[in-house]
């Protein structure tokens, strides 16, 4: 066996190398090509003590749902308007249907009172909190199969608060 540790370990460090290579590469893939939507965002505390600045985000497409009948894993499906601002069609627990003009972000819901679309916090340099409390829109990237990133916080104006 001692013959054979080193091979394993090193196996094993590979392994993990590649899979850590291959996940940031699909999100810069996604960063690329991309589709911006822009989910409206909900009021939140946005500060943390032991995280230091940041905002917690809450969108509003997570409002006015049915928490008994939701899946705990599944699609939001969002129609955006003529400035890219998502609006909520219906959750559904697989990819189609889907219409045209809609599209699909993933979703994961832990408890009956939270959805989790993987971009619920946004960090930013301390000291600049004051810039983000004019945030109105958190910006993802999505692609076909409802990923996302959080990309940044958006104004009224949807510009890129930087």
Same mark, same amino acid.
């Given at each position: 066996?001692?013959?054979y540790?080193?091979?394993?370990?090193l196996?094993?460090? !590979?392994?993990v190398? %590649?899979? *850590?290579?291959y996940?940031?590469?699909?999100?810069?893939?996604?960063?690329?090509?991309? #589709?911006?939507?822009?989910?409206?965002?909900?009021?939140?505390?946005p500060?943390s003590?032991m995280?230091?600045?940041?905002?917690n985000?809450?969108y509003?497409?997570?409002?006015d749902v049915?928490y008994?009948?939701?899946?705990k894993r599944?699609y939001c499906?969002?129609?955006?308007?003529?400035?890219d !601002?998502?609006?909520? %069609?219906? *959750?559904?627990?697989?990819?189609?249907?889907l219409?045209k003009?809609?599209?699909?972000? #993933?979703?994961?819901?832990?408890?009956?009172?939270?959805i989790?679309?993987g971009?619920?916090?946004?960090f930013?340099?301390?000291?600049?909190?004051?810039?983000?409390?004019?945030?109105?829109?958190g910006g993802?990237k999505?692609?076909?199969?409802?990923?996302?990133?959080?990309?940044?916080?958006?104004?009224?104006?949807?510009?890129?608060?930087?």
């Open positions: 066996m001692k013959k540790k080193w091979f394993i370990i196996t094993n460090l !590979i392994i190398l %590649v899979y *850590f290579n996940s940031i590469s699909q999100k810069e893939e996604l960063l690329q090509d991309g #589709k911006l939507v822009l989910l409206p965002l909900a009021p939140v505390d500060r003590l995280q230091g600045d940041y905002m985000l809450r509003s497409i997570s409002q049915d008994e009948k939701l899946a599944g499906v969002v129609r955006l308007d003529s400035g !601002i998502a609006e909520k %069609v219906r *959750f559904q627990q697989n990819t189609t249907p219409n003009g809609e599209y699909l972000i #993933k979703y994961s819901s832990s408890d009956q009172w939270n989790n679309i971009a619920e916090s946004f930013f340099q301390e000291g600049h909190s004051k810039k983000y409390e004019v945030a109105k829109y993802i999505i692609d076909k199969d409802g990923n996302s990133l959080l990309v940044g916080l958006y104004d009224k104006n949807l510009k890129n608060i930087k």
